[in-house]
Structures are given as structure tokens and as C-alpha cells.
């Protein structure tokens, strides 16, 4: 018999933890649920799959990704965690002919109401849930939060709901081909990650369900406007209503408690909600494997990769041509072409990323001139827009 709902989280193995928190909180809830792992990284050799909470373990290499090694070299750690969430989906329908998918964040923890969600998706192909959904009434909050939604993407990925309906499909093979080529953290370029595109979703797609209610998605970011009430023992509750999920986004850099700080009352509940959770981590393993690196976060001769080495990689067709393979170091490899034609070999990182942000800059310059050139309407229309200035 299927199961009602299937979730999965896409992480490296440093996040081992926190997805066994939350996968955890899914399996309480009462629904039918089958949650799975997608896993970025190599699996620590001295764990035991058998025993996590998860009902399969999916890696990366098993997605149909062309050129993987270099799809994944061109990404940093981060942006490929999110490239691969829409194949995650695709993946999941795939394999366990899944009618309802959901995609929870790692850092975050499901409270309450997940049934109501799987009901949700009777109605609708997609949810989503903006960031914030009223407006901030204080200039602090604005920028924090709404300025910060402009930039990052007016709904957070860090939750979505799809049914496997002709419109839920017809969105994941759009969103999958966008994220096989532009999940690039580029805020000036109009990209963060795979958030910015879901800005366009209501446009192109008609079976939606925005999720408004301060219950879902709760976080720092939203919290202006929806306090939080309750205990561990009791539950959580806003506006009387129970906290679906929360959101720990910023955790590991500092930023949850900073902001939890700044917007939540010196009393809240919230503090003792991080400090359980906190204690979760710890419990299923986060000393032992919050500082693991990730396999494809450096050269196999374990030198770290810059930002500015990935840039310039995904930048060239030529150098992704000469090198399949630019994890090796050793022998022809894009490692030693790099040392050798770098410009200066003392150059500052930052200095590298500018030179490897204006080759990718220039490159799409000449594909998006490459195009106009090849297109003879736009050269009417321009030999037009000269005669009309000619006969005004």
C-alpha cells in the first residue's frame, strides 16, 4: 500500500544530524509517511544506514545528471544541495510512483499538522510559503525582512509541496531545467540559489496554493507578526493555533540566535524550542559530524576549492571540455592549469572570483550578442526605430 505523503531533505553529511532531527518529527506526526534522504556527499563510513530514520538514502550520482562531476564542480556546496532538489522530486515520483512530495528544509523541526498539509495537496498541484506574509511596520523590520524577500526570493524554498497532478510535473521539469544551469548564489545577477525562480511560479502556474496562515514556515524572518505561545510539554501554538513547522535558517552561522534575539521577547518560548533542539542535534551526532567536509567541497588531493576556481570553470566551455573531471589533481588536471594560468600567482581569492565573475559576465555577454545578431527581426525592428527618428 503507498503511503499518503512522501518528504526528503537534500543535505551533506555534516547535516546528518539535523535531518535525523527532522525526519524524526515527521514519523510522530500521525500521517503516512515515507521520508527520504538526499545526500550530496559520501555517507561516514563508520555509520549504519540501517539504522537512521530514513526509509532510503538517495545520492547525488544516482541523478541523471550529464557530466556530473562537472555539473557539480561548477556549484558550491550549498548551491548544490539546492540545484538538485527538483530532480530530488522528479527522482522520488519516479521511484516510489509518489502522488505527494514534500521538500522540508534539514533545519527544520515538524510540530504539528502535517496531515492537514498531505490534505492541502488534495486541492492544489503546489504549496508554497512566503517569507513573510504582512507587512513590516518598522524600518529595522523592513530591511531585515521584506528588503531581505526582495533579494533572496519572495517564497522560502526551505519548504514545497507537490502533487505528481499534469501541473505539478509540468513545474518540475521547468524548475529542474532551470536549476540544472543557473542555482548560483549571484544576488547582483538576480539569482540566490533555486529561490529566485519560484518569484515567477504564480505566473506560469495556475494550481497554487500560497500558504498565508503564521503557522507554516515559522522563523525569525515572520516573527514580527506571529508570536508564539506554549511549551515543550504542551506544544506550540500561534494564535491559538499549533505551530505546523519551524525553520532553524542561519542556525550554524549565528544569525538564528542574533535575529532570534532581536525579534522574539527575552521570555519567549522560541528560546527554550532552540535550546531542545540544540540538545537533539547533539544527541544524534552532531559533535562527531557537524565539522565533516564535504567530498565536493575539495581537490582529491583534499586543497579546498574556491569560489572564484568554480566560477571559472562553469564559465568556460573550453576548460570543462579539457578537464571532465576537475576534482583530480593530479597529472592533466584543471587543479594545475589553474595554478599556471591564474593571474599572479599571489592573487588574493577575492581578486581571482572578480576576474572569474567578469569571464562568466562576458561570456553570457557574447551568447546574449551571439543571439541578437542571429536574429533578423530584431535588426528590422532597428532599421524602423532609425527611419521613424529620420521622418519625425
Request: contains cysteine; glycine residues 6%.
Amino acid at each position: 500500500m503507498n503511503p499518503t505523503a512522501h518528504l526528503f531533505t537534500s543535505i551533506t553529511a555534516n547535516y546528518l544530524p539535523k535531518a535525523r532531527v527532522l525526519a524524526q518529527s515527521a514519523k510522530r506526526q500521525a500521517a503516512d509517511v515515507r521520508f527520504h534522504l538526499l545526500l550530496c556527499d559520501d555517507y561516514p563510513a563508520g555509520a549504519d544506514p540501517a539504522a537512521e530514520p530514513f526509509d532510503s538514502i538517495i545520492n547525488v550520482t544516482e541523478l541523471p545528471v550529464p557530466d556530473l562531476d562537472a555539473w557539480l564542480f561548477g556549484h558550491t556546496v550549498v548551491e548544490m544541495c539546492t540545484a538538485v532538489k527538483a530532480l530530488g522530486f522528479l527522482e522520488i515520483a519516479r521511484r516510489f510512483n509518489a502522488n505527494k512530495i514534500f521538500y522540508f528544509d534539514p533545519d527544520m523541526v515538524i510540530l504539528s499538522g502535517l496531515d492537514g498539509l498531505i490534505e492541502r495537496l488534495d486541492r492544489h498541484s503546489l504549496l508554497l510559503t512566503p517569507h513573510v506574509s504582512e507587512p513590516e511596520q518598522t524600518l529595522d523590520a523592513v530591511v531585515d525582512n521584506e528588503i531581505a524577500s526582495l533579494k533572496h526570493g519572495v517564497f522560502n524554498l526551505g519548504f514545497l509541496g507537490v502533487r505528481t497532478s499534469a501541473e505539478g510535473m509540468r513545474f518540475l521539469n521547468w524548475w529542474a531545467e532551470r536549476l540544472r544551469y543557473f542555482c548560483h548564489d549571484d544576488i547582483a545577477g538576480g539569482l540566490f540559489t533555486d529561490q529566485r525562480w519560484l518569484d515567477l511560479a504564480p505566473a506560469f502556474f495556475e494550481d497554487i496554493a500560497i500558504l498565508r496562515e503564521p503557522i507554516y514556515n515559522v522563523a525569525t524572518w515572520n516573527l514580527t507578526h506571529r508570536p508564539v505561545a506554549g511549551s515543550l510539554e504542551r506544544g506550540f501554538t500561534i494564535n491559538g493555533e499549533p505551530l505546523s513547522f519551524y525553520h532553524f535558517s542561519g542556525f550554524d552561522s549565528g544569525a538564528q540566535e542574533v535575529m532570534l534575539k532581536k525579534y522574539a521577547d527575552t521570555d519567549s518560548v522560541l528560546f527554550d524550542l532552540r535550546r531542545w533542539y540544540i540538545a537533539e542535534c547533539q544527541r544524534l551526532g552532531q559533535e562527531e559530524l557537524g565539522s565533516r567536509r564535504c567530498r565536493y567541497d575539495a581537490f582529491d588531493n583534499g586543497e579546498r576549492i574556491t569560489r572564484a576556481q568554480r566560477i571559472l570553470y562553469r564559465s568556460r566551455l573550453d576548460l570543462r571540455r579539457a578537464f571532465p573531471h576537475p576534482f583530480r589533481a593530479e597529472g592533466h588536471s584543471y587543479y594545475h592549469w589553474h595554478q599556471l594560468n591564474t593571474t599572479g600567482a599571489n592573487a588574493s581569492d577575492e581578486a581571482l572570483e572578480t576576474e572569474a565573475t567578469l569571464r562568466a559576465q562576458l561570456s553570457d555577454a557574447r551568447r546574449e550578442l551571439d543571439l541578437i545578431q542571429r536574429s533578423r527581426s530584431w535588426r528590422l525592428a532597428r532599421a524602423v526605430a532609425r527611419l521613424r527618428k529620420l521622418f519625425r
